[in-house]
């Protein structure tokens, strides 16, 4: 099955781009995903990438991966406050499942 | 377009105790998937319903059980509850199997306390 790793902390200042990364271990991952998770909240899906890419942009994000290293990275420009959050990486759990496999989370942290 | 919704908000319980959470997945949703969330950590997979049976489950015990209605809503029942079973009980819906499961939405989840 997957396993996803994520770092667990990120301090940025508004207006700097936020780096957000994830390992991921299953190399049949299809699609992979990122979710965003505000305090109370449940998870909102904030884009996901086809494995047949290397990249991917939406407005102010920006997806890379890198299936040689199993290595998904969020760049988030221009950070707001409103970023702050915590931010999940996620695949399917094997080559077909429906099942999503999520990391930690990364928490971050904007400071105005 | 009408998201995903979950009931209760907040529900405190008794360790020995039985619960029912419910979902009404996202508006031409016919598959409700639900994760346990755990304080400090991810999402972990429970169960999924596709057109009111399971399609899937995770490392739960039998305990933890589901159902989907014909008008895919979806309900998770734990029985005996444990201390270990307090945490967030997210929902999310996604449209068929296949590639287009894979979008899944979720809901802003039910607080479970297990005292």
């Known amino acids: 099955g997957e396993d996803v790793e994520q770092s667990l902390f990120l301090s940025v200042r508004e207006g700097d781009s936020s780096v957000i990364n994830c390992t991921y271990t299953d190399s049949s991952s299809t699609y992979l995903y990122w979710y965003k998770q505000e305090p109370g909240a449940g998870l909102q899906l904030l884009t996901y990438?086809?494995?047949?890419?290397d990249m991917k942009q939406d407005q102010r994000l920006t997806v890379l991966l890198n299936k040689k290293d199993k290595h998904l990275s969020l760049r988030i420009a221009d950070t707001q406050t409103g970023d702050s959050a915590i931010y999940f990486c996620?695949?399917?759990?094997?080559?077909?499942?429906?099942?999503?496999?999520f990391g930690k989370g990364t928490k971050l942290s904007v400071i105005p | 377009e009408t998201g995903v919704t979950q009931s209760p908000t907040h529900l405190i319980k008794t360790r020995g105790q039985q619960v029912t959470l419910r979902c009404s997945s996202q508006s031409g949703h016919n598959t409700v998937s639900w994760y346990q969330q755990a304080l400090g950590q991810g999402p972990q997979f429970i169960f999924q319903y596709y057109r009111e049976e399971e399609n899937g489950r995770g490392n739960f015990p039998p305990r933890f059980s589901g159902l989907q209605f014909p008008n895919y809503s979806s309900e998770l029942n734990v029985n005996a509850l444990e201390l270990d079973d307090s945490a967030l009980y997210l929902c999310a819906s996604s449209l068929g199997v296949g590639r287009s499961s894979y979008e899944q939405y979720f809901g802003p989840g039910t607080r479970l306390t297990v005292t």
């Open positions: 990438i086809f494995s047949n890419m």
């Open positions: 996620a695949g399917p759990s094997g080559a077909g499942s429906y099942q999503l496999t």
